[in-house]
């Protein structure tokens, strides 16, 4: 085996690892957040280091793999997607923390129907859903799944824009729950944020991978 | 173990063999060298270099001998170096490799390996008798260079395949002729290499005898030869001739003559020897 | 117009077809080839894969090689290199190389830089020592060797030689400059200053550079050609080969997965 290959077989591993770390931080944030489970919340809040630790190792993996093989052609192309996909997985980890962390913070359980106007689950389940996409589209290396991802991403832009207006009308009639609606307010804009980081994520996949596609039209 | 030391043993044996091979041609050389000393050292004076030959050992002298030699050694030299170098450049540079060149290179190299009287019956039959030089210096001298020719144009191609191609190159690349390439580059990075070869091949023409006699230089030329078309005679057929007398006194002018030679070949020698060493130290390609 | 004007003069070098053979052995399959004037670029492959061959055919140094030959034509400003009316002097002049190994004439300094010159009949002292001055400076290495112009060439470092023979090419002031692996007998610092001075000297040259060096080639050049058995297999931008490469031969190549 070329020695490059075993550096970027240890890159591949980690990033694997760390989508699906990531992944199931979220679906736990969804958990948490849904049913108002601080014990979760903290859990996540936990794990958050591991997460931190993980994006350093990959930063370390790819470093050491410009610095000592100089990459060219998909290699090149892979570690510059990797890096980028790493500081993009990790951003969703952190705002993972952050919904654990409004969790922790808000008073009272907000009303279920605040939350379906808001369509606050469905929110939760497409970021997820987003995130399992790559997943499966990464572990398959099949960079036509990664594709799927982008309209989901509008979707999750469409409620986004919609949230402030019924945050607002509830606001307005239920004045004493403005402390906790700030929380669910920017829960949902951290989602839309998901969607965002996962889309670039589909975006530099798909630029490692896309000179393979052209190679197999040769 | 066994083997090594074995291995040792011969490595030994083969190191003091060739210590004795080295000391046994020394020791001949130097016993030669002491007798011609013993024999005619005392006899070497300036009588000797400056009187004519003479029926009398005491007053005869190599004056005709030297100046022939030297006659010789200038007329070879004229004739046979400018030749050997342009056929050694043609060789080398200009002629493709098809095998009339192959046939030409095997040839030359026979050349020099033919015994030198060979040339002097080609000398006889060419310069002396169809192109009517008569016994002259001129036929010695052609005859000479017919006989040194084939080591110039040897040493020369020698000298000039050592001459790097990364040189040659550079040069042509530069937008230089091969004529501008040979002349400012290769000549004079193989002109040591060139000098020795001509020295040492002028050096062995100086003491051949076998040629000269068969075009039929003489041993007895009572005055110096001042032109080309003059007869004459050489230090070897002096002392060959001074050799084969009985009286004594002709073998201590015969030995002190030698030394004359040697001295003469030695110096020259050297002079190729320095070159050489000139060419090792100059350059490091 | 003014259009097919500009598209003649479009090329600097231009390859058409090129076959090329060593007796029977068919060392160039058909190489066509356009290179831009004021560019680097860069011949690529492994060793025997014609890179050499096809960098020499464009001065005619293969042209002294018994049982060479070739067809196809190369034209240097659209005209025929290989044309019966070409000095192959003339064109050397025109196109300049550098070799592998430093290859300084074993005379001084001025002597080498001056050689082109030289051979041109030129002897007048301060137009050759103009010359040296210029084409030192232009090869970085006046400031190093000023104060020893009759020193010999050959006790300058490696390096140093190679800027030497760069100087001794530009002194007859080319048009085109052919490299064979001009760097690869020197140490890092003296190759980085060959690869600065490529880059400068592309403002006034065309600059052809053969390299076992991948890194150098993505350095120095702004096109690539990667050969492969007597093939152009591909030739792009410099980016596009190194970042993605359209054919998996070069993406081989260029990643050390060859074979």
């Not at chain 1, 679906?27 to 809040?45: G, K, V």
């Not at chain 2, 000391?23 to 000797?48: C, T």
């Not at chain 2, 020259?268 to 000139?278: E, L, S, T």
């Amino acid at each position: 085996m070329n020695p490059i290959e075993v550096e970027i077989e240890k890159i591949n591993d980690a990033v694997l690892e760390m989508i699906e770390l990531v992944k199931a931080q979220l679906s736990r944030s969804r958990d948490s957040f849904m049913n108002s489970d601080e014990e979760l919340a903290h859990q996540i809040i936990h794990t958050e280091t591991r997460v931190n630790s993980l994006e350093l190792t990959i930063d370390k993996y790819c470093e050491n793999t410009i610095a000592r093989f100089s990459p060219v052609a998909t290699d090149l192309r892979f570690v510059v997607s990797m890096l980028k996909i790493n500081s993009d997985l990790e951003r969703i980890g952190d705002y993972a923390e952050s919904i654990a962390d409004y969790v922790l913070n808000i008073n009272h359980k907000l009303e279920k129907t605040l939350m379906d106007n808001v369509r606050t689950d469905e929110m939760f389940n497409l970021a997820i859903e987003m995130l399992e996409l790559i997943a499966d589209a990464y572990a398959t290396d099949n960079s036509k799944k990664m594709k799927k991802l982008f309209a989901k991403d509008k979707v999750l832009n469409q409620i986004n824009k919609e949230k402030s207006q019924v945050i607002a009308e509830y606001v307005l009639a239920n004045p004493s729950t403005i402390h906790d609606c700030l929380y669910l307010h920017s829960t949902i804009k951290k989602l839309e944020r998901v969607g965002d980081h996962a889309k670039n994520i589909a975006e530099n996949y798909i630029f490692y991978s896309d000179a393979k596609v052209l190679k197999h039209k040769k | 173990m066994i083997k090594a030391s074995t291995n040792q043993w011969k490595d030994q044996l083969f190191r003091i063999y060739g210590i004795g091979a080295t000391f046994f041609g020394l020791l001949i050389l130097g016993i030669f060298l002491v007798g011609i000393v013993i024999e005619g050292f005392s006899r070497l004076d300036f009588q000797f270099l400056s009187s004519l030959p003479s029926r009398l050992p005491g007053k005869a002298g190599i004056l005709t001998a030297w100046t022939g030699s030297l006659w010789i050694f200038g007329l070879t030299s004229i004739t046979s170096i400018p030749i050997g170098i342009g056929a050694a450049i043609w060789l080398e540079e200009y002629s493709k490799k098809n095998r009339l060149a192959n046939l030409l290179e095997i040839n030359i190299s026979n050349l020099a390996g033919i015994p030198s009287i060979i040339y002097g019956i080609l000398g006889l039959e060419i310069f002396v008798r169809m192109m009517k030089f008569g016994g002259s210096l001129l036929a010695g001298s052609f005859t000479l260079s017919l006989l040194i020719l084939p080591i110039i144009i040897v040493s020369t191609r020698e000298a000039l395949k050592a001459v790097p191609r990364s040189i040659i190159q550079a040069s042509l690349a530069m937008g230089a002729t091969r004529w501008q390439t040979i002349w400012l580059q290769q000549l004079p990075a193989a002109s040591s290499g060139i000098f020795t070869g001509i020295i040492l091949s002028l050096a062995r023409a100086i003491g051949e005898t076998a040629p000269l006699i068969v075009i039929g230089a003489l041993a007895y030329v009572p005055f110096v030869a001042k032109t080309p078309m003059d007869e004459f005679t050489v230090l070897p057929m002096q002392i060959f001739n001074w050799v084969s007398r009985p009286q004594h006194g002709f073998i201590v002018n015969a030995a002190a003559a030698i030394l004359v030679l040697l001295i003469f070949v030695f110096i020259m020698n050297g002079i190729a020897i320095y070159f050489r060493y000139k060419s090792s130290k100059k350059v490091k390609w | 117009m003014v259009n097919r004007v500009m598209e003649t003069n479009k090329f600097k070098i231009q390859a058409k077809d090129i076959h090329a053979y060593y007796g029977t052995h068919h060392v160039i399959k058909g190489i066509d080839m356009d290179i831009k004037p004021n560019s680097v670029t860069a011949f690529i492959g492994p060793s025997g894969c014609g890179k050499s061959t096809f960098l020499r055919l464009i001065n005619r140094m293969n042209d002294y090689i018994e049982g060479f030959t070739k067809t196809g034509d190369i034209l240097l400003d659209d005209k025929n290199i290989y044309a019966s009316n070409v000095q192959v002097e003339q064109l050397r002049k025109e196109v300049g190389m550098v070799f592998q190994k430093p290859n300084p004439f074993p005379k001084s300094i001025f002597e080498n830089v001056t050689y082109g010159l030289k051979i041109q009949g030129i002897t007048n002292k301060s137009d050759l020592e103009e010359t040296a001055e210029r084409s030192l400076r232009q090869a970085a290495l006046w400031e190093e060797v000023k104060d020893d112009l009759k020193k010999s060439a050959l006790a300058l470092s490696g390096g140093q030689q190679q800027r030497l023979c760069i100087a001794r090419t530009l002194a007859v002031e080319p048009s085109v400059i052919l490299m064979d692996e001009p760097a690869s007998a020197l140490d890092p610092i003296s190759t980085a200053k060959i690869e600065e001075l490529i880059f400068e000297l592309k403002e006034k040259y065309t600059i052809i550079i053969v390299t076992h060096n991948m890194q150098q080639a993505s350095r120095v050049s702004d096109r690539t050609a990667f050969f492969y058995m007597g093939e152009l297999i591909e030739y792009g931008k410099t980016k596009q080969i190194f970042l993605n490469p359209k054919k998996e031969k070069t993406e081989n190549y260029i990643s050390g997965r060859f074979g």
